[in-house]
């Protein structure tokens, strides 16, 4: 094997050597490439200096341009036994060289010079290739667009993707006269991932998510965020958003801790100016409707009031809520507010809708009122011994309730169909859905009984998320 050019001498010295030729008018490129290249490319075979540290990738992909000393030192520094090269109609020259400089098989993958779409499209199509690889994707070389878009897919395709790492050639000195890195200071440097260094997209990605109601995916992004960047206040956001889950999820006694764990976090001494509490007053509403409902539901006290308001208030909040993405549910929420809401006004009278012990006589007078909202002969009206929605409506305007004896007739019989229609819902016991008219009636009357519930106890807390301020 013969000696390279000027083995035996150190880079800085060749590089001086290599000055001093070119301001005496040589041939930069020419001069380059006879006295600087070959010594440069046999230390990155032998020792490539690599920051952080080597890493041991498996597959590369890296963009061509029509500079390809960098492309070759990211190929032997990623010292990748797969190899793909996005390259240009203009940078094809340079694969044969690359081969021989890297003694790399290479995979050369042509793409427009501005064409970020394929970019995406090809790596996203070698990562899937390569499940589970470390990849490096280095952006050096190329044109600008190419760059950008390979970093911004490698950046992106790391949420999918962890084994993934951007690279690039950097260089610690540059000489300004040969226009030109200064031989032997360059390395290959894996980049962080600014979304997490940062976290300001995770940020955006959370509250995109907290915004669209998905509160589990937000929790999770949020506590992810937290181990990121040792920012602890996000730990308070995913408790937020687990409270949220939790409650959408009518989960009450979990979404109450959650509640209590947060106002506590909030009120120590390094969380006081923390952005969630200028929302404490309506946090603070919204723990205790949590407390009075899980109140409510381990007594099973219609007397507790304020825990029905909480969850009949909740319900109707959900079918609202619901309602763009699934009917069926909404209609579901809506009709057991109602009846939780009818079930309370019963209570008054010491009466429970499964037991609710009628006499003759209130059991002819309730088939009268049930013969004329079903617009039916009296002797069709067959009694229930237990209550259902409709018999409840029944039975209180029979005993005079001031807001449901207010009712027109003709609108509580147009609600008749919409609380059958309850029963034969598919998720009940039929094979039916509700329709957007049954929906609106039995949320109008549960809205009605609601307020009328609300003037006596007092309104419900607010129901929505609270802004997460940033």
């Known amino acids: 094997m013969e000696p390279l050019p000027n083995q035996g001498l150190d880079l800085e010295a060749l590089w001086q050597s290599y000055k001093e030729a070119v301001n005496a008018g040589g041939n930069a490129q020419a001069l380059y490439q006879e006295r600087i ?63 021989q400089d890297t ?15 394929a970019i995406y499209r090809e790596v996203k199509r070698l990562l899937e290739k390569h499940p589970g690889l470390p990849v490096a994707l280095d952006l050096t070389s190329g044109t600008k ?5 390979l970093a911004a897919a490698g950046f992106f395709f790391q949420r999918f993707y962890p084994e993934v790492r951007v690279v690039y050639v950097d260089n610690e000195v540059y000489d300004p006269d040969l226009r030109r890195p200064k031989a032997g200071t360059e390395r290959l440097v894996i980049l962080p991932n ?47 958003c687990q409270m949220y889950q939790r409650w959408y999820d ?17 009120s120590e001494n390094a969380w006081l100016n923390h952005p969630l509490n200028q929302n404490r007053g309506a946090l603070e509403g919204q ?44 209609g579901l929420y809506a009709y057991r507010a109602l009846e939780l809401l009818l079930q309370e006004r019963l209570a008054r009278l010491g009466r429970r809708a499964e037991a609710p012990g009628l006499s003759q006589e209130e059991q002819e007078g309730l088939r009268r009122e049930l013969a004329a ?11 229930s011994p237990k209550l259902g929605l409709l018999d409840l409506v029944a039975f209180l305007r029979l005993q005079g309730d001031p807001l449901l ?26 094979l039916g859905r509700p329709s957007d008219k049954d929906l609106e009636q039995v949320r109008k009357l549960a809205r009605s009984l609601l307020e009328g519930l609300q003037r006596e106890v007092g309104p419900a807390p607010r129901l929505t998320p609270v802004e997460l301020g940033f």
Not at 303 to 329: F, M, N, V
């Open 405 to 430: 004896a207010r009712e027109p007739l003709e609108r509580l019989r147009g609600l008749s169909g919409a609380l059958q229609a309850r029963n034969a819902s598919l998720l009940v016991h039929g």
């Open 103 to 117: 003694g790399k098989d290479l995979y050369p993958i042509e793409i427009g010079k501005s064409d970020v779409a």
């Open 250 to 266: 009518l989960d009450f006694g979990g979404a109450a801790k959650e509640a209590k764990k947060l106002l506590g976090r909030l």
């Open 145 to 149: 667009a190419m760059s950008a878009g």
């Open 37 to 99: 290249w070959p010594v440069l490319l046999e230390k990155w075979r032998q020792d490539p200096p690599v920051y952080p540290s080597r890493q041991p990738f498996q597959v590369s992909i890296h963009t061509l341009g029509t500079s390809p000393e960098a492309t070759a030192l990211a190929i032997l520094g990623a010292g990748a036994g797969e190899v793909y090269v996005l390259h240009t109609p203009e940078s094809a020259r340079f694969l044969s060289r690359l081969r």
């Open 194 to 240: 600014p979304h997490e260094v940062l976290a300001e997209v995770d940020a955006l990605l959370a509250r995109e998510l907290y915004t669209k109601g998905e509160f589990g995916q937000a929790a999770k992004v949020f506590g992810e965020m937290g181990g990121k960047t040792g920012d602890r206040r996000y730990e308070l956001y995913a408790v937020l």
């Open 373 to 383: 909202l079903l617009s039916l002969p009296e002797g069709e009206v067959r009694i």
């Open 287 to 330: 723990a205790r409707l949590l407390e009075e409902v899980e109140g409510f539901l381990r007594s099973g006290d219609f007397g507790q009031r304020r825990g029905i308001l909480g969850l009949a208030a909740t319900l109707l909040h959900l079918a609202e809520r619901e309602e763009a993405r699934s009917l069926t549910l909404a």
